[in-house]
């Protein structure tokens, strides 16, 4: 069996690695909705100057196991790369993993960077996987789920129409408007005091490569912010996926710290799904994550409706401390 590098992804190496995909997540506990085959096409050939990817695969006739590294910024940034690795049910427990681990520990350094995470579902092989592989747990993940349907009508008309005085709401759709980019890194930089984010600024510049790497994936992202005297308070944003899946994914919420206490989370994030009623009525569910220890959030997301699914483990390692390729077994 070998490992090669997909530089440049074939359309029947694109279906192959779908497969892969289809096949680890018929075996997958979360529930999630199964992957489409347009998204990872998307995924696979959306790699772009801001947000390089590398990708590799085992063969063994076909693909059967397959690696995503992920490296936000440039070459060197001081950021972590992000692995995600996927082996067939069927070929598990072979050191298909662990290969494939070695090869994308080349490229992390090769790259310069001093570390990686890998976000795994708590309670599956990943777990052992990694903590095998000198990956230690740096942060646990609440999965939580909204059922629109399930939300009592008139509720999110009520927390929308219970803002607070002096703050006014502006949203848009993809990368944010000039006017309110600084502001929209400074508010993501009040996320720095979650353990995720550390390590990580905030600049206008990262915060329009976010934008256009979600929008370069074919998905879209809506941002809904409250404004006070002109600059952000608070913003939330939310991704709907490419493809009418009904499920949208929550990504960042922050509310800047002089201005907590106010209830502005709870207030974006209701006028945000007022918005998507209007703009995305086929969006029947939102996802998020929340670190186990973030009390407000979760507080947040439960008067919301949100209900707990799964958690998520964070992991990581420092690149020195990964292995190697070595010599390949025979
Ligand atoms: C996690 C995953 C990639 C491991 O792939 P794999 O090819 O089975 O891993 P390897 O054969 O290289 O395993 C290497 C070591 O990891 C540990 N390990 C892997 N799976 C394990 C399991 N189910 N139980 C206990 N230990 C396990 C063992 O120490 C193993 O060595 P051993 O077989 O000599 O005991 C695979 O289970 C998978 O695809 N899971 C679903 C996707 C996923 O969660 N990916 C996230 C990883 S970043």
């Known amino acids: 069996m070998d490992v090669i590098a997909l530089d440049d992804p074939t359309d029947a190496q694109i279906r192959q690695w779908h497969a892969v995909l289809t096949a680890v997540h018929a075996a997958d506990p979360a529930g999630e909705p199964a992957p489409e085959p347009d998204q990872t096409a998307a995924r696979l050939l959306g790699a772009e100057p801001a947000s390089r990817q590398r990708l590799w695969a085992v063969v063994d006739g076909g693909i059967v196991a397959v690696a995503t590294l992920r490296l936000p910024g ?23 993993g662990g290969r494939l681990l070695a090869v994308a520990a080349e490229g992390l350094r090769a790259d310069g960077r001093s570390s990686v995470i890998a976000q795994v579902l708590a309670g599956t092989p990943a777990v052992p996987f990694l903590e095998s592989h000198g990956f230690e747990c740096v942060l646990t993940l609440r ?8 939300v009592p009508a008139g509720r999110v008309a009520g927390l929308v129409a219970a803002g607070p005085q002096g703050y006014g709401l502006v949203r848009w ?24 984010y550390e390590g990580a600024p905030w600049d206008a510049h990262r915060v329009r490569e976010m934008a256009q790497v979600v929008a370069k994936r074919g998905d879209d992202l809506y941002t809904v912010a409250a404004l006070h005297q002109g600059s952000i308070a608070g913003f939330t944003e939310v991704v709907v996926p490419l493809g009418a899946t009904g499920r949208a994914a929550q990504y960042d919420t922050a509310v800047v710290p002089e201005h907590r206490g106010r209830r502005l989370g709870i207030w974006v994030k209701a006028a945000m799904l007022e918005w998507l009623a209007v703009e995305r009525p086929e969006v029947r569910e939102i996802e ?14 439960a008067e919301l409706g949100y209900r707990r699914e799964r958690e998520s483990l964070e992991f990581q390692a420092g690149a020195a401390d990964l292995p190697g390729a070595g010599p390949r077994p025979r």
């Open 143 to 150: 999965g939580l789920l909204l059922r629109l349907d399930d």
């Open 173 to 196: 759709r993809g990368v944010v408007p000039g006017e309110h980019a600084g502001a929209l890194a400074r508010a993501k930089h009040a996320m720095a005091d979650l353990a995720e």
């Open 74 to 96: 440039e070459p060197g940034a001081d950021r972590p790369a992000e692995i995600d690795i996927k082996v067939r049910p069927g070929h598990r427990r072979r050191g298909l």
């Open 288 to 301: 998020t994550d929340n670190a186990g220890d973030n009390e407000h959030m979760l507080a947040v997301n």
